[in-house]
């Protein structure tokens, strides 16, 4: 149990296109869902915090206009990355969060490698 | 602010022997939740073992343990019997739960953690 997914697991796209990833839990309601960015060898970056049918919490000095972030349903969010550039490159892992009794436990995708040419 | 401190950024350990990493965090709180995470070549995280702070007892995962001091805010892994499958980035991770829900996991760098055959 607890699984979250993640697509694409890998994408290229052009400098000044957007592209959207998604992150769904599949077998269980998420009430929040949970952004981060890591760079190589290092450790992840929370970038924003969702809760189902709210606006998204960004951490500072991660710009809202670049990242969106969607938590449309319990078991779905989607982060697009606008107009990417080549310094947008990482990979991207997204985790949701169990019903409100173990909320102090994530749960995790497999991760969307970004590549920006 | 609660900080998440790894000092080794690398260790080796001989495959079957054990082999400890180590972390401590800061923070006010009473009451939170302290995690170690695997993360593989693959890059998908694995949780490893959870510790309540409320807890006394020190958790234990087949053959992975803790070493929980609340009071000097120290969290070690032990490995025992370490095992090729055992190499990997390990973090450590700290969580609390407030009154607005979910909270955000807080990392440390990471340490990675090489078995040598």
């Known amino acids: 149990g607890a699984v979250v997914s993640q697509h694409p697991s890998w994408v290229i796209c052009k400098s000044g296109t957007s592209v959207k990833i998604e992150c769904r839990s599949l077998d269980f309601q998420a009430t929040t869902m949970f952004w981060y960015r890591q760079f190589p060898k290092q450790s992840l970056m929370l970038m924003a915090t969702?809760?189902?049918?709210?606006?998204?919490?960004?951490e500072q000095g991660v710009e809202k206009d670049k990242f969106l972030i969607n938590h449309a349903s319990l078991t779905l969010s989607t982060l697009t990355v606008t107009s990417a550039h080549p310094e947008d490159s990482s990979f991207y892992i997204c985790s949701a969060s169990w019903l409100p009794i173990r909320s102090y436990e994530q749960y995790f995708g497999p991760g969307t490698r970004l590549t920006v040419t | 602010a609660q900080t998440v401190t790894q000092s080794q950024p690398e260790m080796s350990v001989q495959e079957a022997e054990t082999v400890t990493l180590s972390c401590t965090y800061d923070t006010s709180e009473s009451d939170y939740y302290l995690f170690w995470y695997k993360q593989p070549p693959s890059r998908q995280m694995i949780l490893v073992i959870r510790q309540e702070a409320y807890k006394q007892q020190n958790a234990t995962e087949n053959r992975f343990s803790v070493n929980f001091q609340k009071a000097a805010k120290s969290f070690s892994l032990k490995i025992s019997d370490s095992q090729l499958g055992d190499a990997a980035m390990y973090f450590c991770?700290?969580?609390?739960?407030?009154?607005?829900?979910?909270?955000?996991?807080?990392f440390g760098t990471g340490t990675r953690l090489t078995i040598i055959p």
């Open positions: 991770a700290y969580s609390f739960e407030s009154n607005f829900g979910n909270e955000k996991l807080t």
């Open positions: 969702s809760n189902e049918g709210s606006k998204a919490t960004y």
